[in-house]
């Protein structure tokens, strides 16, 4: 895991400092659509089968970096454990900075702390030893890094991959490729206020 932070650490501090004045922060809204895939992970990749799942996120401009919020939904069927299938639903607030590399493109590490709440189809105990609740919840931890195209001054793609981390009775630690396409909108003056 530290193999991971250290090389995401050092880009953040890296980078130059977005210049932003106080007028800048929260005008431009960001919306985003996202379709996400489980590429490999712990328990989780072996004892269930990860549909294709899809997210929703929100970034404003901040003095430094852009704040985010957003869901990510993935519906996983059993392979191991009958009648353990669940729905699972990522929320979560972060931080990223874009660093941009070319006019057109955006390398963009970021940070995510939320919630995984799960609910299971049946609430149930397996072998005496794993129980499944019908819901369960807990904080999680994500770490990101997004590859951004501007496609034009109001839209742009992007690709990611993210690591995910949950701590339930049986952890889960996910490997998470990503896109989305976005929309850039200004920010509605009674948003602004209110933000500011």
């Excluded at 929320?91 to 660093?99: D, R, T, V």
């Excluded at 990101?144 to 839209?155: C, G, P, V």
């Amino acid at each position: 895991m530290k193999k991971l932070f250290c090389p995401i650490i050092l880009v953040l501090f890296l980078v130059p400092e977005q210049e932003l004045s106080a007028q800048d922060v929260y005008d431009e809204l960001q919306l985003t659509v996202t379709g996400h895939r489980l590429m490999s992970g712990t328990t989780i990749y072996d004892s269930w089968n990860a549909l294709p799942g899809i997210g929703f996120e929100v970034n404003l401009p901040y003095y430094t970096g852009n704040l985010e919020l957003g869901i990510r939904y993935v519906r996983f069927d059993e392979y191991e454990f009958e009648n353990s299938g669940f729905h699972s639903h990522y929320l979560f607030a972060g931080w990223n900075y874009k660093y941009r590399t070319s006019e057109h493109v955006s390398v963009i590490p970021g940070i995510r702390i939320g919630n995984t709440f799960n609910l299971h189809d049946k609430d149930k105990i397996y072998d005496n030893e794993y129980r499944f609740s019908r819901e369960e919840s807990e904080i999680s931890y994500e770490v990101q890094l997004r590859i951004q195209f501007e496609m034009s001054r109001h839209t742009a793609f992007y690709i990611s991959g993210a690591y995910n981390r949950t701590i339930f009775n049986i952890p889960f630690s996910a490997w998470y490729g990503s896109a989305g396409l976005s929309a850039k909108l200004e920010t509605p003056a009674w948003l602004r206020r209110f933000l500011k």
